[in-house]
């Protein structure tokens, strides 16, 4: 690795560079993922007939995907934790539990999916399905990206290096945690 | 790194279970208002234990929380200035006549499959 | 602040790394160097505008001189003369105005402006421009697949983007927004390094109201690009799948609208304009301080109204939509936001006005471009008023009335911008003079005939011409032989314009060789970029500098001399 810039390493704002680039980073989510839902939710106050589609989602499944993210976000502020107090295997082992997380997500995901499809709701079925899987596929795509991301970080955190990055993964985690909190409703419970 | 005094995170974890569990029996009463609060009300305070504990925006700097607000504030200026379009089924000088079709339409066809299994 | 290093990250080196003699591969391809990634990205975006300028000079020619064989391109059918507008538009804006003012001069000015040796994160910088030149090499690809290149205008409103029965591209509409998306993400990394930079890396002592207006200028873009380019990524995604996969987002009979797409198009694509507006504006800054020796008018000011600005612009969004059948209450607002925004911007101008105002003015390029972009800037500023009301707009909308209106916003902004900022920091850049004879010659031939081009094209406009149409033989009212010596007199200006581009290429070419070496501060600026070697080695001043003031101290009474710099201690 080359060596850093000493602009890496000033900090103007008090806030470490790092952790300053991933709120930026989260705001351009919001707005995605905002843009996103808006136009759903438009639409969905427009058709009544969407509540019909929207009875075929299954709740439980999604509930359980509900339950799995936020207990992944348990452990990945638990690692936070555990990597301020400087023990990095520790964090690293967390950060582990919080991948299984993410991987029985996109499992649990893929086998919702599969089924659906199987009973014909594909993603042309109605607007309403291509909504659905449009939002939590971008969602979907991100957990994916998250797990990738804290495989490096826990990598490096298990030989207590760069653990400085275990909460920004972390961070990342939660506002993934945060949309499926909302999606959670707007595509399951709402019928 | 600032050191500061850590929540309990379990406990704050139990909590969002909780609520989970609230919002998915609520709409078992069947009562639209009722499921409304249980769904949306129980989504915003999940997300604000989340972000508030696990995300540590409680002692983040306050322009970080303002930030994100603006970005939130933004979607709403979004929906505001394109929901009075988008929603409608006529305006001004144009109609969607295609649009109220496809309700009908889609009101009954409940999907290509068998919904129930 | 001392340079200390703090403990998280391993150790880096102390001071500047003093690099190996690098290979030509890692200086010149794959740079970290936040300079010569400046500096990819101001060629690429060159190249652009080569390729935008010479669409444009194919379909003008097709308009001046309707069914000849233009020269270089041969007969344009009118699926070319779609294809050709629309990414003549989505070049210019994407590929030419973005990069350019935001990330070559981003790149370039921030680190050196704000005293600190490289972007926060060289290496996702460097990713940010593999990103965007990705997306130029997706946009070409779009125009050799099959069916062509996309033709359904650079709003690509649906159902003529969304469906390939209306467009008859079938992939050249889908390689298009892939590269807009692609080009999309490279800005987002970027902004997100740029924004993170200045807030975090200036140099000890430079406090909020030191930071040059370039600088907050770009971070301020960066930050708008991303609050608003949020929706449209989702609705490209929308698109894309309308367009593989069939699914119905913005078709109404499968309950979809195909306004939503025209409001996620606009909430991105009018703060867009002041995306793009704020850098120019910060270079024009910068200049006319330099060169009238003043100390720019009301700093703070500046400031605020680039703020206001900059929220305004995203309440202003559905001017655009006025004939779509918008509510008509909603018209209303969006009728007065948009009269609201001119009074920020007006401002800045009476601002800049009030800096030459007593100052010792000099006449050297840079400043001719700047004073010029204010000048024609007013020009597109004020026709906007008539299009920012919705009644009047019902007989403007989509005429050559607007076209002229919105070239004279963005020509100053992204041809006059780039060559006011490359021909002051030219010196800096590449540590050589450009002549400035040459440099006056382009100057008057490139303004002159661009009056000629768009002046011709109001009045068109106001005759009723429509946008988007490839021959207008086929209307009695339009096809007279006066508006056709319109035509005429705008692609012959055209010509006369592109043919003085050579002059400047020419002095690009031959200063870049044999120019005269610039020294260090040639125009005695204060900011600190002047203060590091021109051109600035990898890491960019010998010793990182602490700011003393702020950068727009000239002709201070008592001074020997008539500038400052921001560094200097007393
Ligand atoms: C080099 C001088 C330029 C000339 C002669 C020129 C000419 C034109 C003309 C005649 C059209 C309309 C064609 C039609 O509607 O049939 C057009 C469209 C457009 N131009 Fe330019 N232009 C120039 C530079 C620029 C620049 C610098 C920008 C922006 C940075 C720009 C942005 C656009 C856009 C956005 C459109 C609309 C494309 C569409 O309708 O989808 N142009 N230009």
Redesign the interface.
Known sequence: M????????????????GK??V??????????????L??Y???R??????H??A??TN?WIG?FN??VL??S??T???AH?AA?EGNGPKAAKLLWATIGGAATFLIVKAFEWTMEI????T?????????YY?AAG?HAAHVLAGAVVMVFVARSAARN????RV?LA??YW??V??VW??L??LLY??? | MSEHHHPNYVKIWAILVGLLVVSVLGPMLGIQIVTLITAFGIAVVKAYLVAKNFMHLNIEKRYIVYMLTTCLVFMFLFFAGTAPDVMEAEGSNWEKPSFELYDEAASHTVGHGTAHH | MAETVPSHPPAPEEGHPHHEEMSFWSKYIFPLDHKMIGMQYLFTGIAMAMVGGFFAYTFRMQLAFPGIEVPGWGLVSPADYNALVTNHGAIMIFWVAMPVLIAAFGNFLIPLMIGCDDMVFPRINRLSYQIFFLSVLVLIASFLVEGGAFGGAWTAYPPLSAKAEYSLTPLGSSLWLLAVALEFVAFLLGGINFITTAMNSRAPGMKMYDIPIVVWMIVLASIMFMLSVGPLVAGAVMLFFDQQLGTGFFDPARGGDPVLWQHLFWFFGHPEVYVVLLPAMGIVAEIITVFARKKLFAYKTVLYTAFGTGILSFTVWAHHQFVAGIDPRMAHIFTITTLLISVPIAEMCFVYIATLYGGSIRLTTPMLWALAFIAEFLIGGVTGIFLGASGADIYFHDSYFVLAHFHYTFFPIAIIGFYAGITYWFPKMFGRMLDDRLGKIHFWGTIIPFNGIFLPLFILGLAGQHRRIYNYEHFPELATPELQALRVLATVSLLVMLGFQLVFLVNFVRSLRRGEKAPQNPWKANTLEWQAPSPPPHGNFATLPTVYRGPYEYSVPGRAEDYWPQNAPE
Request: aromatic share 12%.
């Open positions: 080359s060596s850093r810039p000493i602009a890496t390493t000033r900090s103007a704002t008090e806030i470490p560079t300053l680039a709120w930026w980073l989260l705001g351009s989510e919001i707005v995605i993922f905002g843009g996103l808006a136009s939710i438009m639409y106050l427009a058709h009544d007939a969407w019909a589609q009875a075929a709740t509930a509900t339950l936020l207990t976000s348990l990945a502020v638990l934790q301020e199987r009973h014909g709701y993603i042309t079925a109605d607007t309403f399905w291509s909504f449009t971008l290096q760069e653990l400085h909460e972390g961070i939660h506002f945690d945060i909190i909302f959670f409703p419970i709402a019928k």
